[in-house]
């Protein structure tokens, strides 16, 4: 099973992961009209984020590591950074992962899998990325 080398790493990948979305001529734009603020809770490495829409002057997608955020996110999700890692490579079905208990979600879910097709470009993005920079994560 691929593992995150570090919790730095873990952060690093995400963090990447969230600006190929933001920077996304298409994607980009149309998570900022979704405009859903979602948390994320990574039980295995400890860390939370809060992503939600860019301002005005910002980014389509603004996130921070912490809990310390003047918003309230639509939508809770848990699970591990494995968890995560396979969402981003196009192998884990969020709906599936939820039934099995693997994700754990709260509040607006059905807001949450509205803009999962707004993502599916990031998939084959994220795969180029881990086999370039990060082969011990692929799947």
Do not use: C
Not at 71 to 79: F, G, I, L, N, Q
Not at 80 to 105: L, M, P, V
């Amino acid at each position: 099973m691929s593992e995150f080398k570090s919790e730095a790493e873990f952060r690093e990948v995400i963090n990447r992961a969230f600006a190929i979305m933001s920077d996304d001529p298409e994607m980009g734009p149309q998570l900022r009209a979704a405009d859903t603020p979602q948390r994320f809770e990574f039980t295995d490495v400890d860390l939370v984020v809060n992503i939600r829409a860019g301002g005005p002057e910002e980014p389509n997608l603004s996130w921070v590591w912490s809990d310390e955020v003047d918003w309230e996110p639509k939508v809770t999700m848990t699970m591990s950074s494995e968890t995560a890692n396979r969402y981003f490579q196009g192998k884990e079905d969020i709906a599936i992962a939820i039934a099995r208990r693997r994700i754990k979600a709260a509040g607006d879910v059905k807001a949450a899998l509205a803009i999962v097709p707004i993502t599916k470009p990031l998939f084959s993005r994220y795969r180029a990325m881990i086999a370039a920079d990060y082969p011990h994560l692929e799947h």
